[in-house]
């Protein structure tokens, strides 16, 4: 009954159905985006099949990632962050050049009212069960050369193979990241490179052999380039 | 009895064989196609922003080329450990040694076995 009622309220939001504002605003979360996004960490344990069959990305360290002025403003004007959708090889057409995207198959995220994604972003914010993970962080935002970053993002470092560092270069199957300064926590962003496994270990980032200051470089350059 | 015993053997060894190769194919869709395609054939949706192209995997006579012990090397340790590019990433911390042969189990389907 409940995934019956999951179902409707998302049929509702793709829709485009306006929302009533929910008083519980836990309520609300797990009514509204529990249909699509993991709001536990039990993803964790299946089969890598989980990844495959992923609608969202998981919200369940929503407090631990997010910036909450951009989760707030992002939830009422949503816009496309991973260019190939949370499963990449499911949005794939053959063309004459090889693997193409195919749009037309990714789901806009809907919409919410001013109100309702401000209490959302709250209770979104409060969930942190990798705190740890955040405290074990040295990371101080700094500075870099951007030219010195672009080529540490590209040459040195291959990240630019499935990340874009500006609209319309670099790969498609990861998310963006010339908005990551501003939706991201800073240690988040450091963490999360250095061993993206420990967050999520279906994730298809690669942990790579970065020290802590070549990843701490890394970050940097989404900083100067998210402050742009 | 010994021949049912030999002939038992035999078959669950085919099966493990078997599943571990489905598993190379599942593992193969989530971490490789985004570069080596869906195909294998080197022309995923990252290759066009790629400085290097992305190996084509279905090239026998590339492919051939390499032991098993290479290609568990280059997904465990990356392209820079057998000197090719750091656009192919370093897997050892996302799978496990058994993960990773069932990969190289894949690789020599898609490159070696014709349907």
Redesign the interface.
């Known amino acids: 009954m409940k995934h019956l009622f999951s179902l409707g309220a998302a049929a509702m939001l793709a829709a485009g159905a306006p929302l009533a504002a929910h008083a519980d605003a836990a309520g609300d979360v797990q009514q509204q985006c529990g249909a699509c996004h993991a709001l536990k960490h039990d993803y964790a344990t299946p089969a ?2 989980e ?2 069959e992923r609608k969202a990305p998981p919200l369940d360290f929503a407090g631990n990632k997010f910036q909450r002025a951009w989760l707030a403003s992002w939830l009422q004007n949503p816009t496309r962050i991973r260019p ?1 959708g949370v499963f ?2 499911a949005h ?1 057409k ?1 063309g004459p ?5 195919d749009a037309t198959g990714l789901a806009k995220h809907p919409a919410v009212p001013a109100a309702q994604a401000e209490a959302m972003a709250d209770y979104l914010m409060t969930l942190k069960p990798f705190d740890d993970l955040i405290k074990a962080e040295t990371y101080q935002p700094g500075t870099i050369a951007e030219r010195m970053g672009k080529m540490n993002f ?5 990240c ?3 990340h874009q560092d500006a609209p319309n ?5 990861g998310p963006e990241l010339y908005t990551a300064w501003k939706r991201l926590q800073p240690a988040f962003i450091s963490s999360y490179i250095g ?1 993206p ?1 420990a967050w999520d270990p ?3 980032m ?4 970065a020290n802590a200051d070549a990843v701490h470089k890394l970050a940097n350059y989404l900083k100067v380039i998210g402050e742009k | 009895m010994k021949k049912i015993l030999l002939a038992a053997s035999l078959l669950a060894m085919s099966a493990v064989t078997h599943a571990e190769v489905d598993r190379g194919a ?2 193969y ?3 490789c ?3 080596h ?3 294998g ?11 290097v192209q992305p190996r084509d995997h279905t090239d026998a006579k590339e492919m051939s080329a390499r032991t098993d012990d290479e290609l568990f090397k280059v997904i465990q340790q ?1 392209g820079k450990s057998i000197n090719k ?3 192919m ?6 799978l496990s040694d058994d993960d990773i042969h069932a990969l190289v189990g894949h690789l020599r389907k898609l490159c070696c076995q014709k349907n």
């Open positions: 890598i099949q990844r495959v190939a990449p090889p794939v053959n050049d090889g693997d193409a995207v590209g040459k040195f470092k291959g630019d193979g499935c270069s670099g790969g498609v199957s061993n496994v279906h994730t298809m690669p942990k790579g052999d | 599942q593992l869709n989530v971490y196609t985004q570069c395609g869906v195909q054939n080197g022309k995923g949706i990252n290759a066009a922003h790629m400085s990356g590019s750091v656009l990433p370093i897997w050892g911390s996302n």
